[in-house]
């Protein structure tokens, strides 16, 4: 116990120092980015400790302040129960259909009802005796890695078709944080299409920390050169946005962008006639403005996107100018794959197999490939489990 305690103090003395040192660099004029970079951490982590340095420079302001809530909060609503028992229920009667914790959370999302949480879900389903004991042979509800702050989720949506059969795509982007969001009908789904609009939204509203996106192949590169970073992977890298792929075949792994993509179908394509791609394009323009106007979300307390990112002290717009037409250079950074291992141990990464060890069966695993170390390092919970040797070319 005493050797925890003094390993405990010194990891705290250790982040008080990084806390301190980022400090001093941003008072030298650094970057945020900049700093962010060197030391790891993520832009708002960094904005964070800038403010409370700020609000009193003579206090012990890089000291943590606990996070334990004000008052223990044990009875679950009655309603909220029965909510989370008639779902679980309902999806038990469909075929093919997953039916714990974080599927009943993802029905709560597509309803338009803020859920509970994962543990208050599982203690429910405990309670009223819905826990099935695993067979060992079907995927398990097990921890889903969802550490990662300051998120950006992109989709598309196509092909969609105008008056004539002209074919186009919508590409859509959204803050999970404040459900910001940005909808640019593209003529296909290129990266040279998907790019310009990423940028643009970054200039408008702010860059993430981290960029998620299912694995359609323009998003991240070529089957061709699986290896080979495409213009949107280095755009993101080269700023300091690192790119988190879901797993295949796990759409609510996005449900953000999910449902917000059927908002965009509901009331904006499904509801008017258009009668050229162009004006297609600028009625979507009013369209997205109306939604960070208007549109109220109740995970956060009513408040609409332009109502929430009020209150962002500090935006890490995209200032500087990026020529698409020159190949982008890549010096470091992190490409970081979500995974759930199956019975096989086969872990597929950019057509790469690896096999990993026997106790990561039928659970999900966070797989960072570091660029400029040439290293797959494959983890859970925070807990390395394999390192491997990961050659990734950045010219």
């Known amino acids: 116990m005493l050797h925890f305690l003094i390993c405990l103090n010194l990891k705290m003395e250790q982040e008080e120092i990084i806390r301190q040192e980022a400090v001093r660099m941003y008072m030298q004029g650094e970057s945020i980015i900049g700093i962010s970079t060197k030391i790891d951490r993520s832009r708002q982590w960094v904005y964070k400790w800038v403010e409370r340095y700020k609000r009193n420079p003579q206090s012990d302001w890089y000291k943590g302040e606990s996070n334990a809530p004000k008052q223990s909060i044990r009875k679950i609503d009655s309603t909220m129960e029965k909510s989370v028992i008639t779902i679980r229920k309902n999806l038990q009667n469909k075929p093919y259909a997953q039916k714990g914790a974080l599927s009943i959370m993802y029905e709560f999302e597509h ?75 593209i003529l296909d789904k290129s990266a040279e299409s998907i790019t310009p609009c990423t940028i643009d939204f970054w200039r408008c509203f702010q860059m993430p920390d981290f960029l998620q996106m299912d694995n359609e192949l323009s998003f991240r590169g070529s089957n061709r050169h699986p290896r080979g970073l495409g213009m949107l992977m280095r755009v993101a890298l080269s700023n300091g946005v ?45 369209f997205v403005r109306f939604h960070n106007k208007n549109h109220r979300y109740s995970s956060q307390s009513n408040q609409t ?81 394999h390192v491997f040797e990961f050659a990734m070319p950045l010219s």
């Not at 995927?139 to 008056?163: A, C, H, S, V």
């Not at 990026?322 to 970081?336: A, H, P, T």
């Not at 057509?351 to 797989?367: A, Q």
Request: hydrophobic share 35%.
């Open 111 to 185: 309803l338009g009802i803020k859920p509970p949480s994962l543990s208050t879900i599982n203690r429910i389903l405990q309670r009223n005796d819905l826990i099935n004991p695993s067979s060992g042979r079907t995927r398990k509800e097990t921890e889903y890695p969802t550490y990662f702050l300051n998120i950006q989720q992109m989709d598309l949506i196509g092909p969609k078709y105008l008056k004539g059969g002209f074919r186009f795509y919508f590409y859509n982007i959204i803050d999970t944080q404040t459900h910001y969001a940005g909808v640019y009908p």
């Open 242 to 286: 690192y790119p988190i792929f879901i797993p295949p075949a796990e759409p609510w792994r996005n449900g953000i962008i999910e449902k917000f993509n059927d908002t965009v179908l509901k009331y904006f394509y499904n509801t008017q006639t258009f009668n050229s791609f162009e004006e297609l394009c600028e009625k979507a323009k009013d």
């Open 305 to 385: 996107p332009n109502q929430m990112i009020d209150k962002i002290l500090y935006k890490s717009k995209l200032e500087k100018e990026i020529d698409l037409k020159q190949k982008i250079m890549v010096e470091y950074g992190r490409l970081i794959f979500i995974r759930f291992i199956r019975s096989d141990l086969k872990l597929n990464i950019l057509n790469t197999v690896f096999i990993v060890k026997p106790e990561l069966k039928y659970s999900y695993v966070v797989c960072e490939i570091i660029m400029d170390k040439h290293l797959l390092i494959i983890s859970q919970r925070t807990t390395v489990h």
